[in-house]
T-cell receptor, first 114, second 116 residues
Framework: AQSVTQLGSHVSVSEGALVLLRCNYS??????LFWYVQYPNQGLQLLLK??????LVKGINGFEAEFKKSETSFHLTKPSAHMSDAAEYFC????????????FGQGTTLQVKP | KAGVTQTPRYLIKTRGQQVTLSCSPI?????VSWYQQTPGQGLQFLFE???????NKGNFPGRFSGRQFSNSRSEMNVSTLELGDSALYLC???????????????FGEGSWLTVV
């Protein structure tokens, strides 16, 4: 069965510092991987997704993630944090390409300090 | 174009009652999924619908049900509400079922259900 583990429920960085949010997945088949962001009292917004092809995926707001099959990881990074990046981030996997069912990690709350 | 629209946004119900939540997908989208979000269990998949047919169902009791109409709008119903059903219920839509480079899943802002 597929599963997602996000390491660290809370991450705190200073404004301008590197953001690194960790995600490891378990899947018996080639996975499709996603990062979503949730701002307070809002729904989920897609940051980026990996389906096939290039393993380094660029998303919105300067975020990117790299799919590393050997490490079963899909970590999210951003070179320079902005105050507006403070939110909860969710990594998700889907077991196959023909379903919209997403399996989410528990989420990581990103705090950005001035 | 308009995003995924969920109604009502907030509601309070009493234990034992039932509730119906509505979701209007993005225009042209035919696939709709529902998720429950709670602090303890996180985001959990409820159902997936396409062309009025349920394609996938999560591990929830039979009190949770859903349906999709011919115009792709969807509803979910929870009967005999329990305190633990208090959650944010999120609806998501996409053009077609599944994921691909050309098919993105978009989420609504959710319906906040409080059971007292």
């Amino acid at each position: 069965a597929q599963s997602v583990t996000q390491l660290g429920s809370h991450v705190s960085v200073s404004e301008g510092a590197l953001v690194l949010l960790r995600c490891n997945y378990s899947s018996s088949v080639p996975p499709y991987l996603f990062w979503y962001v949730q701002y307070p009292n809002q729904g989920l917004q897609l940051l980026l997704k990996y389906t096939t092809g290039a393993t380094l995926v660029k998303g919105i707001n300067g975020f990117e993630a790299e799919f590393k099959k050997s490490e079963t990881s899909f970590h999210l990074t951003k070179p320079s944090a902005h105050m507006s990046d403070a939110a909860e981030y969710f990594c998700a996997v889907t077991p196959s390409g023909n379903t919209g069912k997403l399996i989410f990690g528990q989420g990581t709350t990103l705090q950005v300090k001035p | 174009k308009a995003g995924v629209t969920q109604t009502p946004r907030y509601l309070i119900k009493t234990r034992g009652q039932q509730v119906t939540l509505s979701c209007s997908p993005i225009s042209g989208h035919r696939s709709v999924s529902w998720y429950q979000q709670t602090p303890g269990q996180g985001l959990q998949f409820l159902f997936e619908y396409f062309s009025e047919t349920q394609r996938n169902k999560g591990n929830f009791p039979g009190r949770f049900s859903g349906r999709q109409f011919s115009n792709s709008r969807s509803e979910m119903n929870v009967s005999t509400l329990e305190l633990g059903d208090s959650a944010l219920y999120l609806c998501a839509s996409s053009s077609n079922p599944g994921v691909s480079s050309g098919n993105t899943i978009y989420f609504g802002e959710g319906s906040w259900l409080t059971v007292v």
